[in-house]
């Protein structure tokens, strides 16, 4: 049973860090990919940053440079260091993680709780 746990978020200035993490808590299950998306008050979803098996990563465009995903296989965790933090990325911060085993057509899914990041002086 996959369950996604964050934590890391809280209250930082602008200009700040905040480190975020996310461990699938319930499963040995060998993700595809993982990333993170954020949803701000009034504003659709958005995908912020992925990592797939392999190691490899994209980011959007608005968090280049500033935003690091990595992820710990052996511990089944992904992260998220945001350096330079605006008042736009004022958000709650999902975790997500993408599962499809060999013998699936189409994968899964699945979905953490979210975790709060707000960036204000």
């Known amino acids: 049973q996959v369950q996604l746990v964050e934590s890391g978020g809280g209250l930082v200035q602008p200009g700040g860090s905040l480190s975020l993490s996310c461990e699938d808590s319930?499963?040995?299950?060998?993700?595809?990919?993982m990333a993170w998306y954020r949803q701000a008050p009034g504003k659709q979803r958005e995908l912020v940053a992925t990592i797939t098996s392999g190691g490899s990563t994209n980011y959007v465009d608005s968090v280049k440079g500033r935003f690091t995903i990595s992820r710990d296989g052996a511990k089944n965790t992904v992260y998220l260091q945001m350096n330079s933090l605006k008042p736009e990325d004022t958000a709650v911060y999902f975790c997500?993680?993408?599962?499809?085993?060999?013998?699936?057509?189409?994968?899964?899914?699945?979905w953490g709780q979210g975790t709060q990041v707000t960036v204000s002086s």
């Open positions: 997500n993680a993408y599962l499809k085993r060999s013998w699936e057509v189409v994968g899964r899914a699945y």
């Open positions: 319930g499963s040995a299950y060998s993700f595809n990919a």
